[in-house]
């Protein structure tokens, strides 16, 4: 046991080292992640919807796709918290079939169902994620069609961009929920598959929070 904790906070410490060096790079080159090009790519198409006349459909059936694509997202972690529910019992069972004796101690019941929970809390975490950014998806829909005079404040625009954006980091931290659980999953096989698919992980998205050059 005393193995697999210590790769768990390996894992969690190189996934936290590489999301402060992803923040730090992003504050110093803007232009290198793919997330600040996000947040301003829908903030021009915001200020585009609510400038120009006739682009209610558009913005209507934008609004629409993301939402859907949100829905389909959060009801996949619901299936996988209900079928990770109903296997729990065979889980142990496989992890002890199937954990390689050679690599690493064998898996006691405490610690699988450790595991098993830590998994649960994952979807259960990105079926939250995915539920708020239809939240905000929703509320931007009601906003963009205004016009900014609408506002008292005459601040609508800042307003409906900032919904947007949230909608879309909580609709990134929902998919990048479901990647997390790649280790956890591969956690029950042995430390050592952890910490190999933590390395792969990284990898992988070292390369999806860059921008295309």
């Known amino acids: 046991m005393s193995y697999d904790m210590v790769a768990f906070a390996v894992s969690c410490l190189l996934i936290l080292v590489y999301y402060l060096y992803l923040g730090r790079r992003t504050r ?5 992640s793919v ?10 198409w915001v200020d585009m919807v609510m400038s120009k006349d006739s ?15 949100a829905n389909f997202m959060a009801s996949t972690a619901v299936l996988l918290i209900i079928g990770t ?5 065979k889980i142990g069972k496989w992890t002890l079939q199937w954990h390689p004796y050679v690599l690493a101690d064998v898996e006691s019941s405490q610690l699988w169902q450790i595991k098993l929970g830590l998994l649960l809390l994952d ?10 950014a239809i939240r905000f998806f929703n509320h931007v829909g009601y906003m963009i069609n205004l016009s900014d005079e609408a506002s008292t404040d005459g601040s609508l625009y800042k307003r409906t961009c900032a919904y947007l954006n949230k909608a879309g980091s909580y ?6 929920t479901f990647f997390f659980s790649l280790p956890i999953i591969l956690w029950f096989f042995g430390p ?3 910490m190999l698919a933590t390395l792969v992980l990284i990898v992988g998205l070292a390369m999806l929070d860059r921008t295309l050059s």
């Not at 110093?28 to 290198?32: E, Q, R, V, Y």
């Not at 529910?85 to 019992?89: A, K, M, P, T, V």
């Not at 609709?171 to 990048?176: K, N, S, W």
């Open 28 to 32: 110093l080159t803007p232009d290198s």
């Open 35 to 44: 997330h600040a090009l996000n947040a301003r790519v829908r903030e021009r």
């Open 55 to 69: 682009m209610e459909i558009l913005a209507v059936q934008t609004l629409r796709n993301s939402v859907m694509a």
């Open 85 to 89: 529910l109903n296997i729990s019992e």
């Open 123 to 132: 979807f259960f975490i990105a079926f939250y994620c995915f539920a708020m």
């Open 171 to 176: 609709y990134t931290l929902g998919i990048r």
């Open 192 to 194: 050592y598959f952890l």
